[in-house]
């Protein structure tokens, strides 16, 4: 069973895993009610979608 002959560097290790890091998501602003959003998803607070309604959201 093939076994390392040498120990791997911090250097090539951390290069390795250097695109390993979390990102934020980008937000904007829902045209109707200014919530914050991910783009291109509908509004989980008032449901619209690119201006429309797309969603009824039930109140309780």
């Known amino acids: 069973m093939p076994v390392p002959k040498r120990r791997t560097g911090k ?3 951390n290069t390795r895993r250097s695109h390993h890091a979390l990102v934020k998501p980008n937000l904007s602003e829902c045209p109707s009610c200014g919530e914050r959003i991910q783009p291109h998803r509908v509004c989980p607070k008032c449901g619209h ?3 429309r309604l797309s969603v009824k959201i039930g109140t309780e």
């Open 49 to 51: 979608y690119k201006e």
């Open 11 to 13: 250097t090539r290790r």
